[in-house]
């Protein structure tokens, strides 16, 4: 809705970006469903697909770097508002990030220093209990390490295997899509590209060496080719 007080927001318009060097109509491309939850997403981002035994198994989740620097592209993370427990079932995360999860999800866990953890399946997401976080409750207990948030600790669903933080980059996001936010999100439909195109390397978010390996990409110069 238009602000109240009278106010000019400097900025522009994002969607108004070239991606492809290449012809678009070249590109090997399929139809998905974006999971919900995780606000705007950019053209050019990497996406990893929900390897969940159940939940929102099969859609499609932004990939998360392997990197911790803070600066990264991080949409797919919903980090700790607190501190994990040592050998807790359960961890608090904001309201908003929430709805980035669904009961049955399997929930990875990970930070700058402790090895990623897969928690098995989410069994519940309490946002009633307090206002300010919503926490999660999971299968598996956290293996004897606390997750801490000055570490940048993090949840994300599984979305890959663990030698890659268990998220697999599998396409990049064709064009700008809303998947909402909080208690209103609804995911999306987009288009993915998965192969046969050059793009330009700036155009390309939470992009790394570990996705570019899964994309098979390789960088030229400005320009990033999938083969």
């Known amino acids: ?7 000019i927001i400097y900025g522009e318009q994002t969607d108004y970006k070239k991606l492809y060097y290449s012809e678009p109509l070249a590109a090997l491309k399929v139809p998905i469903t974006l999971q919900a939850g995780y606000g705007v997403l950019e053209i050019g981002t990497v996406l990893a697909q929900n390897k969940s035994a159940s939940g929102n198994v099969g859609k499609y989740v932004p990939y998360n770097p392997t990197t911790f620097t803070g600066a990264e592209d991080h949409p797919g993370r919903a ?9 807790d079932k359960y961890v608090y995360v904001t309201m908003e990030d929430s ?8 929930l990875i866990i990970n930070d700058d220093t402790t090895d990623a953890e897969n928690l098995g399946a989410i069994t519940a997401i309490d946002r009633t209990s307090e206002v300010h976080r919503a926490k999660i409750t999971f299968t598996t207990a956290i293996g004897g390490t606390a997750f801490t948030t000055a570490r940048k600790a993090y949840v994300c669903v599984e ?4 030698s890659n933080n268990y998220s697999d980059a599998v396409g ?28 330009y390397t700036g155009m390309l978010k939470n992009i790394d060496a570990a996705a570019r390996t899964d994309l098979s990409a390789a960088v030229i110069g400005q320009f990033t080719y999938m083969r």
């Open 172 to 199: 990049i996001l064709e064009k700008s899509v809303d998947t909402g936010t909080g208690e209103d999100a609804k995911g999306a439909l987009a288009t993915m590209i998965i192969g046969n195109a050059v793009l």
């Open 79 to 87: 980090y700790l508002v607190t501190d994990s427990g040592t050998t």
């Open 1 to 7: 809705m238009p602000l109240d007080t009278p106010t």
């Open 159 to 162: 979305a890959g295997d663990s």
């Open 99 to 106: 709805y980035k999860f669904a009961v049955g999800d399997d």
